[in-house]
């Protein structure tokens, strides 16, 4: 594997950073983000993936639905507002807003029934709950998704992130195809940019990991990661067999369906491309440069 060249995206004129774990684009890079995600949303085209577009938020019963916040409350991001009573947001305005660490202090908050997307994919199971399914249905969208971590580095590791997600709903042999052709049209795509990332086996992220199911996952893998420098997710295939299926009563073939998906976190993308080719665009494949492929 070729090594990576010295890169410092903090100092990128075109990469806004905040601490806290959110990142802004402009000029080349934002260019490079589109370019990037142009791409991907012409593989989910050659399935005839219909593309959707979605709010921010999830209602927190279709989560509980699969089990999220047992298994990874960690990351959960909440939107929060005040209870709406005049007596409360008087005594809100009333007070000086923030503490002397940049706090808000709130007053009394109404209960929250919404969690911040924390996979592009999610939005789709309660989109087609209670649907049987004529044929494998193939989708696509691109969300800002939230996880909170223990720490935050540009492009690597962010509280928000862009992710653009391509899922099959559809019975295991049509997901399994699916999957296949993804990966194998992903491989031709990364080959071809001469971009140095390897496949690695992982544990599939939407189970609880006292799950009995982890078990099964790794003997018989339903998640690989594509990776860079060896450490860094920047991709992955992944599938899920019946579970969303079964959770969400979406029926194929007179089964529960199964689903599958390829995912793609473009912030990351591009730190890989510029770690590997540096920050000039003259360096970069020709597809995401703006020349031809």
């Known amino acids: 594997m070729a090594p990576e060249r010295p890169f410092a995206p903090a100092e990128h004129p075109d990469l806004g950073w905040d601490p806290r774990g959110q990142s802004a684009l402009s000029g080349d890079l934002l260019q490079l983000f589109r370019r990037l995600d142009g791409v991907f949303l012409g593989l989910a085209g050659e399935s005839a993936a219909r593309e959707h577009r979605f709010p921010p938020f999830l209602a927190a019963r279709h989560l509980e639905r699969v089990n999220y916040f047992r298994s990874f409350p960690q990351h959960a991001t909440f939107p929060v507002h005040l209870e709406a009573s005049d007596e409360n947001l008087r005594a809100f305005a009333g007070q000086d807003a923030l503490d002397a660490q940049g706090n808000l202090r709130l007053t009394r908050t109404s209960p929250p029934q919404e969690v911040l997307t924390p996979a592009a994919c999610y939005h789709f199971y309660p989109r087609f709950a209670g649907r049987t399914l004529a044929e494998p ?150 597809a995401l440069s703006g020349g031809t492929p």
């Open 137 to 286: 249905l193939y989708v696509t969208t691109m969300a800002t998704c939230f996880r909170r971590e223990r720490e935050y580095r540009p492009l690597r590791r962010q509280w928000a992130f862009s992710m653009r997600e391509i899922v099959c709903l559809g019975s295991a042999p049509e997901v399994e195809a699916f999957l296949a052709r993804q990966r194998a049209r992903l491989q031709e795509l990364i080959d071809g940019w001469g971009l140095p990332l390897t496949w690695q086996v992982a544990t599939d992220p939407f189970f609880d990991p006292r799950n009995p199911k982890v078990l099964a996952q790794k003997l018989d893998p339903v998640k690989h990661e594509l990776t860079f420098a060896g450490d860094l997710a920047i991709g992955s295939v992944n599938l899920h067999r019946n579970y969303f299926g079964e959770a969400f009563g979406i029926i194929r073939a007179g089964e529960p369906a199964c689903s599958g998906c390829v995912a793609f976190g473009l912030e990351r993308w591009l730190h890989a491309i510029l770690a590997h080719f540096g920050p000039r665009p003259g360096d970069w494949p020709g």
